[in-house]
């Protein structure tokens, strides 16, 4: 009997295996229940329903600013940015189980209860799981560079998740981005300028953001020589978009209300923060 072929779609990572060691065995069967969001799946294990939904205040036992890493890998990043922003929600997607795990066994040891973890598809993840829900952080930390010219396609920076990821970001909220290829840093200029929804926060490279700390993986990049390029970019408000207040937010965990008018504060400064109506700013 012939089986159904499945269509696979193009994705920014290639599965590997699940295998855990005992460390992470007992963290996954110990904490996947406490901080791993269970979504229905669709033809891949790693995508996500196109009916998923989640309810944030309830997963969080709170409602409060979202923050979002992609690609959390052992979760060294997500962790610390997590400490440092008590007040936040923090919320990590990483598509490999032994990662998810090693991230449970950090938060657990660190004491850390304010991130969720979702072991799935993140570009599927923002076209569904977003709508109630604005974002106010987006971090992307050394998203795999995918050198050859025709995996390119791959990379997590292409047009379309730029703008879902523009879409979901309260206004004035950032999308902070590292990498250690100097092609990539260019590549994500050129496809974010694309985004009428995002500026560049500096006018050169970004200073390198002090929260974010240097995990084994960059330390190596620095040691074989690779600069780090750091890149931050701010939500805008769309040309002609009904504006509504809402709320500031910034390194240290400040919050205040404001009303959105036109671009948001420059660097060093508190964003302003919101969300608009605009028949165009749809993902």
């Given at each position: 009997?012939?089986?159904?072929?499945?269509?696979?779609?193009?994705?920014?990572?290639?599965?590997?295996?699940?295998?855990?060691?005992?460390?992470?065995?007992?963290?996954?069967?110990?904490?996947?229940?406490?901080?791993v969001?269970?979504?229905?799946?669709a033809?891949?294990?790693?995508?996500?329903?196109?009916?998923?939904?989640?309810?944030?205040?309830?997963?969080?036992?709170?409602d409060?600013?979202?923050?979002?890493?992609?690609?959390?890998?052992?979760?060294?990043?997500?962790?610390?940015?997590?400490?440092?922003?008590?007040?936040?929600?923090?919320?990590?997607?990483?598509?490999?189980?032994?990662?998810?795990?090693?991230?449970?066994?950090?938060?657990?040891r660190?004491?850390?209860?304010?991130?969720?973890?979702?072991?799935?598809?993140?570009?599927?993840?923002?076209?569904?799981l977003?709508?109630?829900?604005?974002?106010?952080e987006?971090?992307?930390?050394?998203?795999?560079?995918w050198?050859?010219?025709?995996?390119?396609?791959?990379?997590?920076?292409?047009?379309?998740f730029?703008?879902?990821?523009?879409?979901?970001?309260?206004?004035?909220?950032?999308?902070?981005?590292?990498?250690?290829?100097?092609?990539?840093?260019?590549?994500?200029?050129?496809?974010?300028?694309?985004?009428?929804?995002?500026r560049e926060e500096?006018?050169?490279?970004?200073?390198?953001?002090?929260?974010?700390?240097?995990?084994?993986?960059?330390?190596?990049?620095?040691?074989?020589?690779?600069?780090?390029?750091?890149?931050?970019?701010?939500?805008?408000?769309?040309?002609?978009?009904?504006?509504?207040?809402?709320?500031?937010?910034?390194?240290?965990?400040?919050?205040?209300?404001?009303?959105g008018q036109?671009?948001?504060?420059?660097?060093?400064?508190?964003?302003?923060n919101?969300?608009?109506?605009?028949?165009?700013?749809?993902?």
């Amino acid at each position: 009997m012939s089986q159904e072929k499945v269509l696979r779609d193009v994705v920014s990572y290639v599965r590997r295996g699940d295998r855990l060691n005992n460390t992470q065995q007992k963290a996954w069967d110990s904490w996947r229940e406490r901080f791993v969001i269970e979504l229905p799946a669709a033809a891949r294990k790693t995508s996500i329903a196109p009916d998923a939904r989640v309810d944030f205040a309830k997963e969080f036992g709170r409602d409060a600013p979202l923050l979002v890493e992609v690609g959390t890998g052992n979760g060294v990043a997500i962790a610390a940015l997590a400490k440092a922003h008590p007040d936040a929600n923090v919320l990590g997607f990483e598509v490999f189980i032994p990662a998810v795990a090693s991230t449970l066994s950090r938060l657990r040891r660190e004491e850390i209860s304010n991130v969720r973890m979702i072991n799935a598809d993140a570009e599927q993840g923002f076209e569904t799981l977003f709508d109630e829900q604005p974002i106010t952080e987006l971090w992307t930390f050394f998203p795999d560079p995918w050198h050859k010219k025709k995996h390119r396609k791959r990379r997590i920076v292409n047009p379309r998740f730029a703008h879902s990821a523009a879409t979901h970001l309260v206004l004035g909220g950032r999308w902070r981005l590292a990498t250690d290829w100097e092609d990539y840093a260019q590549w994500i200029r050129d496809v974010l300028a694309e985004e009428p929804l995002l500026r560049e926060e500096f006018s050169k490279e970004a200073p390198r953001w002090e929260l974010r700390p240097i995990t084994r993986f960059e330390q190596r990049a620095i040691d074989a020589g690779r600069e780090v390029v750091d890149l931050s970019y701010v939500r805008v408000a769309a040309k002609g978009a009904e504006e509504i207040p809402g709320q500031a937010w910034n390194d240290v965990g400040i919050r205040s209300e404001i009303g959105g008018q036109g671009d948001c504060a420059p660097s060093g400064v508190n964003a302003c923060n919101g969300t608009e109506k605009a028949a165009d700013d749809q993902a």
